[in-house]
């Protein structure tokens, strides 16, 4: 015969902070347990991650380089495959692989000092920041590969982007485990979570009662994004601090791959290169030249166009134009220099951008006229009034924007 128990031995209790009991205060005090791994367990993850994260990454630079003597679905196959290995390795790790170090103007040490201003961490160290520039360095030569050998293969672009989202925005993948988590508590709270009435006991409870569990849940929870915030902040506000030139490589290729003709591509590379030019605003001023240039240019294609307009609608751009001359100057002669493009879609993109622009548009910065030595050096701003005007009055009628 089966040995039965009683309910109250298999359901866990259910509590609220705001308790007055005695037993529920005591369960609810009780801390979750954090686990802290010793130096075997520590080995042992940095050997499964050589193991699969590094032999992965040279495997996938012997694919680009080697010309492999097989048919084209097997090759596709293999790069497939190898790229999964790399973002399964990277997702299994996420920010306990050290980030990529960058550089400094003064000249000190590229070591990434670690940051207390935001606490929060995924776990112990497991391999150095090393490991993950050598990935990155050939990622970038992968990248470059498929968009000439196979730019039509949007699985193995969006693959490439996932990976390189996962290598340079450090803490994006705990970020994107907290957002996919916190919708589905709000989906799955309801059903967890006692209402304050009852109607069993003649009074209202002090506190919703929830489980344990939910409540451990959502404290790691919290913690996971506090993991995703502890550096991202970090070099935003330092003049002394710049990208390296891996990473000025990886967001070339974002940018490459966020004018892709296929929308997809397109979407999942924009993604990534808003987020990198967020945390690097030191980024943005070149890739606005190049995408308004891309509007100017009566030969631009329409998928060109899209992801371009794509790009300069986001609020880390449209933000930094009003810090940087030069970006305003070259946004605004872009959006006024692209009524040449015939297709629809690209007229409804610039106009939705003009638009968006014109919402958020509140004046010129002072900044750009305390300093007049620095407008001198920057003759795009000191002419764009007398462009405007050639734009305006040139045939007897205001330009239409």
């Known amino acids: 015969p089966f040995s039965c128990q009683s309910i109250a031995n298999i359901i866990e209790p259910w509590g609220c902070s705001k308790a007055h009991q005695d037993r529920e205060v005591e369960m609810l005090n009780f801390p979750p347990k954090w686990h802290d791994p010793s130096q075997d367990e520590l080995s042992f993850a940095n050997e499964l991650l050589e193991f699969h994260f590094q032999s992965a990454v040279e495997e996938l630079l012997t694919i680009c380089q080697t010309e492999v003597q097989s048919e084209t679905g097997d090759e596709k196959e293999h790069l497939k495959i190898t790229l999964l290995r790399i973002h399964s390795a990277l997702q299994g790790v996420m920010s306990c692989l050290p980030e990529l170090r960058p550089s400094y103007k003064d000249g000190r040490s590229k070591v990434v000092e670690p940051s207390f201003f935001i606490a929060g961490s995924s776990g112990s160290t497991v391999g150095s920041s090393e490991m993950r520039e050598k990935a990155a360095e050939l990622v970038h030569i992968a990248c470059r590969y498929l968009l000439k050998e196979r730019t039509d293969d949007s699985i193995l672009l969006a693959l490439v982007v996932r990976v390189i989202d996962a290598l340079v925005n450090y803490g994006s993948l705990e970020y994107d485990e907290w957002s996919s988590h916190v919708q589905a508590w709000k989906l799955e709270s309801a059903a967890i979570i006692e209402p304050q009435c009852n109607f069993i006991v003649p009074f209202h409870a002090q506190g919703k009662k929830r489980p344990r569990w939910a409540l451990v849940d959502k404290a ?35 940018l490459d791959l966020s004018l892709h003709n296929y929308e997809t591509v397109r979407s999942y590379a924009g993604r990534s290169l808003t987020k990198m030019l967020k945390r690097w605003p030191s980024l943005i001023s070149d890739c606005v030249l190049t995408l308004t240039e891309n509007l100017r240019d009566s030969k631009a294609l329409e998928h060109v166009v899209l992801g371009s307009c794509s790009i300069l609608a986001s609020q880390t751009v449209l933000r930094h134009l009003t810090t940087d001359s030069a970006s305003l100057s070259s946004f605004i002669m872009g959006i006024l220099g692209s009524s040449h493009h015939e297709s629809i879609k690209c007229q409804k993109a610039i106009t939705e951008l003009f638009v968006k622009y014109n919402i958020r548009f509140s004046g010129i910065s002072r900044s750009f006229f305390k300093n007049s030595q620095s407008l001198a050096d920057r003759p795009g701003f000191l002419g764009l009034f007398s462009q405007i005007n050639a734009l ?8 239409w924007r």
Request: some cysteine; glycine content about 2%; charged content about 15%.
């Open 220 to 254: 790691h929870l919290h913690n996971t994004w506090r993991c995703s915030q502890s550096s991202y902040h970090r070099y935003r506000t330092d003049a002394n601090v710049s990208p390296s030139s891996l990473m000025v490589n990886l967001v070339k290729d974002l």
């Open 392 to 399: 305006g009055f040139e045939t007897n009628s205001l330009h």
